[in-house]
Structure formats: structure tokens, C-alpha cells
């Protein structure tokens, strides 16, 4: 399905049915980002959250609790946790990656200062931790507890694992599952717990959420060599720049003869880049057809979303959900 077919974009339909509970996730983010005693908390983390990002995750989870009959109102929490825990990690990861842009708007740790992003960053960690506890559920605090961790375990990974010429498909698995498809699964997942939905239904959000997470996550890898700048918020070609061995370089690297290596490890590892070498490792990924095979890869995972709903009650909810994993992949048709 290309984005042409698309009058109206998954996520957008979705915002539009789920429209009075995200009113109400976006007020208690406003109401838990505010502080009394540190008024940069508020002017960070409202540079970011507000900067126009879709609420992809905190949908997920009002979704996920709406398709399995939850009439409470403890998904709200969740759902603005689920939104804090992913803002406080885009705050470290600017830091970590010396970033420059995001949403298409100067990064927080740009606009102030590296402290400021890590330790705003902080605090919204500990802000979705009081809000986990609110709604009284060991196992959603177990959840979320446990994809923070995982979260945070994946970037660690990344950063023995992003220049390293060695790094397989199996460890970027492990690094993307980890660092994004963690709170995507996470998000899901939640949403069944709280509404009490039956184990298996639970299991089945889960794995949607990790197989929408993976295939999201290579998508965007595989839109840094070829998306425009407004569809990603940062420049094509910056994961080149910043030396990330994504999927598409990995897969270059496992087919490259020793000349094309050295060329890897000079501009990946070495860092020693050129004008004329993001052409010439285009050019490279064109001649070993990397960027269509990660684009199947991406394909599958998102085959791999929409059979998990399987087991999971018809409706508007779930038709919303198996049509956003074709559209995480359409964005690459």
C-alpha cells in the first residue's frame, strides 16, 4: 500500500478516534512536566514534547487498552508514562549522539546545555515512575520497569556495537529491539494489562508491539539514505556522518570485497570521512541491493505485527492497528 492509497494516514485516524483520551494523556504530560522550584524542567521537556511529534507510543497504548474493553481511566497514566519514558530517552540520546536537530527543530541539549537535557531527562524518568505506581499494578510497574531497563541496556550496546565493522545483523536486532521496539511492546502490552484482558490476548499485544517496533525502527534507518529532510526531522545521510552501522551498512559490509572494506572501516570505524563518500557508499549500497533487502526486512516485521493481532477482538481499533504496520513500511514504497 503506497502512501498515495492513503487518504488518511493510520496514525491520524487513529488520534482522531482515540481524540478525548489523548486531550486527556496531554493534559497530565503538561500537569507532571511542571515544576515548582526548577523552571527549566518545564521549558526542556516542553520543547520537545510539544515540538509536533506524533504520540506515536502513548496511541499505542490507549488502543491497546480500548480494543481489550477497558473502561477505567488508569490508561491515561500509563499512556503519559509510556510518552515520558520515550522523551527522556530522545533528551540522553541527543547528548549522546551530539546531535543537532530533531523534529526538525534545534535539540534540547543545543538550545541549553548537555547537563540540562541529561538531568531534565532524568526527571521525567522519575515522573513515569510515580505515575506507573499510581494505578496500584506490580505487573505494569514490572513492565515498564523492565523496558526502561531494556532501553537503556540497548543504547549501551549501540555504543560498542554502532562503529564496530564486526557487527552482524543479529547484534542490530538486539540493539533496535532494545533501544525502540521495547516501548513499543511495552506500550502495547500495558494496555491489556490494565484492562485485564486474557494471557493470551496480553502476549499477542506484546509481540505487536515488538515486531511494530522493529520494522519502525528499520525504516527510519533505512530513510536516513534516501528520506527527505521533513519526513525524519534531521538531515539525509546523518547516520553516515555520526558513523552508525545500521542495517543498510551492515548488509553492504557483508557483501563487500576487501577494497569496499577498507572503505567501511575508513569512514566507520576510523572516522577519517570525505567529501564524495556518502555518494560513494549509496553507491555501494546500489550495487549490492542493501537498501531493497532491508526494505524486506522491514516487510516482514510489519507481516510479522499484523499476524500477532490475530487472536484479538474485530473492530475499528484493530482494523486502525493491522493499517499502521502497513504504513510504518509504506513510508519506504
Given amino acids: 500500500m503506497s502512501l498515495d492509497e492513503m487518504s488518511t494516514k493510520p496514525q491520524d485516524a487513529l488520534a482522531a478516534l482515540l481524540a478525548e483520551e489523548m486531550a486527556a494523556v496531554n493534559g497530565l504530560i503538561r500537569a507532571r512536566m511542571a515544576s515548582e522550584h526548577a523552571p527549566r524542567i518545564p521549558e526542556v521537556t516542553a520543547h520537545l514534547i510539544e515540538a509536533g511529534g506524533k504520540r506515536l507510543r502513548p496511541m499505542l497504548t490507549l488502543a491497546a487498552a480500548r480494543l481489550c474493553g477497558y473502561s477505567g481511566h488508569y490508561h491515561i497514566h500509563l499512556a503519559a508514562t509510556v510518552e515520558f519514558i520515550h522523551t527522556a530517552t530522545l ?41 506507573m505506581v499510581e494505578t496500584g499494578s506490580l505487573r505494569v510497574l ?41 516501548l513499543f511492546a511495552a506500550a502495547t502490552e500495558v494496555g491489556g494489562v490494565i484492562a485485564g484482558a486474557p494471557e493470551e490476548h496480553v502476549a499477542a499485544l506484546h509481540a505487536y508491539g515488538d515486531a511494530l517496533g522493529i520494522a519502525f525502527q528499520i525504516v527510519d534507518d533505512l530513510l536516513d539514505y534516501g528520506g527527505a529532510t521533513g519526513d525524519l526531522g534531521k538531515n539525509t545521510g546523518d547516520d553516515f556522518r555520526e558513523r ?24 566507520i570505524e576510523n572516522g577519517d570521512q570525505r567529501d564524495g563518500d556518502l555518494e560513494r557508499a549509496l553507491a555501494l549500497m546500489a550495487r549490492h541491493g542493501t ?9 516482514a516485521w510489519a507481516a510479522t505485527a499484523r499476524q500477532a493481532l490475530a487472536p484479538l477482538p474485530k473492530g475499528d481499533v484493530k482494523t486502525l492497528l493491522i493499517d499502521l504496520a502497513d504504513y510504518v513500511v509504506a513510508r519506504i514504497a
Fill in 91 to 131: 533528551l540522553h540520546d541527543d547528548v549522546v549522539d551530539e546531535s543537532e536537530q530533531r523534529r526538525g527543530r534545534p535539540t534540547a541539549n543545543l538550545l541549553w546545555d548537555n547537563p540540562s537535557s541529561v538531568l531534565v531527562g532524568d526527571y521525567l524518568f522519575a515522573r513515569s515512575f510515580q505515575l
Fill in 291 to 299: 537498501l531493497g533487502s532491508t526494505r524486506d526486512a522491514a516487510n
Fill in 142 to 182: 514490572d513492565i515498564l520497569a523492565n523496558a526502561s531497563a531494556t532501553i537503556a541496556e540497548g543504547e549501551v550496546l549501540q555504543l560498542s556495537a554502532a562503529r564496530n565493522l564486526a557487527t552482524d545483523e543479529a547484534i542490530y536486532l538486539k540493539v533496535i529491539r532494545g533501544k525502540t521496539a521495547a
Fill in 244 to 267: 552508525k552501522l545500521t542495517l543498510p551498512v551492515i548488509k553492504a559490509v557483508a557483501e563487500a570485497d576487501a577494497a569496499e572494506r577498507a572503505f567501511w572501516s575508513r569512514v
